[in-house]
């Protein structure tokens, strides 16, 4: 089981001056969870090399288990801090891509030309894509085979309008991810802010929240071995 697990490589929270990046938890969870089920993990982001983490995930009130084990873990630490590039990353190796989210891939893997192939390949090799937080916005410009936005008529979710508020930056955002998964025709769902949530909907999988990671990554896990 090869699982590649692509992360953001922007580092810049809008015009604010402060940064962001990945979150660490959304990483931790699903990376042991994978790991401790049996995957061979590879990790890839679009510039290669260490990715940006978002501070404030390692602030002591957003820490957890999984981001505790990530601070004992030398091997992870090191294959974080030497993703390969994204560009060179082939679909066929591979049985699954998970996107941990954090406010960077609104930015980058939004618009990544070579992300939004690799998922498109995915999908279409019948393989799943799985996202939590911010991550969907990977899916927004990404197309099924018939050339329809990919996530038209199919169950997802992401970070809420409601959560986003709740972090003071509706208004330091690109764009609110549950609009825009509703614009291009994703029919979103969501429980209460901050309550773990995971929808899968054939090969796409989609969390709302960071408390949604390790959802997510069990529904990955399913997906790859329904039995």
């Not at 974080?80 to 960077?104: C, I, R, W």
């Not at 955002?173 to 929808?199: F, H, R, S």
């Amino acid at each position: 089981m090869n699982v590649l697990i692509v992360l953001t490589s922007h580092d810049q929270l809008g015009d604010t001056g402060h940064k962001t990046g990945f979150w660490l938890e959304e990483f931790a969870s699903p990376y042991y969870s994978l790991l401790d089920a049996g995957a061979i993990l590879t990790l890839a982001s679009p510039l290669g090399g260490q990715p940006p983490l978002d501070p404030k995930s390692s602030e002591p009130g957003f820490l957890t288990d999984a981001t505790h084990r990530f601070d004992d873990d030398p091997a992870a630490k090191m294959a974080l801090a030497n993703t390969a590039k994204l560009s060179t990353m082939q679909v066929e190796k591979f049985d699954a891509v998970f996107y941990p989210g954090g406010h960077g891939p609104l930015w980058d893997l939004h618009n990544d030309p070579d992300s939004i192939a690799l998922i498109e390949s995915f999908i279409a090799a019948g393989k799943p894509v799985a996202t939590v937080c911010h991550a969907p916005a990977v899916l927004l410009k990404a197309k099924d085979a018939n050339g329809d936005p990919l996530v038209m008529g199919k169950n997802v979710t992401g970070f809420s309008n409601s959560e986003e508020a709740a972090v003071e930056l509706t208004d330091v955002v690109p764009y609110l991810l549950e609009d825009e998964l509703a614009a291009m025709g994703g029919l979103y769902q969501k429980t209460e802010d901050w309550n773990p949530l995971a929808v899968v909907d054939g090969f796409i999988i989609t969390g709302q929240n960071p408390g949604s990671s390790t959802a997510v990554a069990e529904a990955l896990l399913k997906a790859i071995n329904p039995s």
